[in-house]
């Protein structure tokens, strides 16, 4: 029996669009809560090729401070501040895209 999943294909896309991803805020959102990867059940992300971009946001989550807000609460937009470190994490190597 072969359980290896299909690659999904890539594309590339400016980081904003990446933090601002719902994979992404759910890994994100899943990962500071403590709990367990979930994406391996849910067929919908690996169909959209997504499981890579919830696994970004749980790696950010525990890499960024853990008072740093994706979502500005107020506002309901992204954090200036996230979507910079996040790039910053990306271009230094700490964060594999």
């Not at 359980?3 to 990962?31: K, Y």
């Not at 309901?76 to 470190?85: H, I, M, Q, R, T």
Request: with cysteine.
């Amino acid at each position: 029996m072969n359980d290896v999943r299909p690659q999904a294909e890539t594309f590339q896309a400016p980081l904003d669009e990446i933090v601002w991803n719902s994979a992404f805020r759910r890994g994100f959102a899943e990962a500071r809560s403590g709990r367990t990867p979930r994406h391996y059940d849910d067929e919908v992300m690996f169909q959209d090729g997504l499981a890579w971009v919830y696994e970004w946001g749980r790696q950010f989550a525990i890499l960024a401070p853990p008072d740093l807000p994706l979502v500005l609460p107020d506002e309901g937009a992204l954090n200036p501040k996230a979507v910079e470190l996040f790039r910053e994490m990306v271009m230094q190597g700490e964060i594999c895209t």
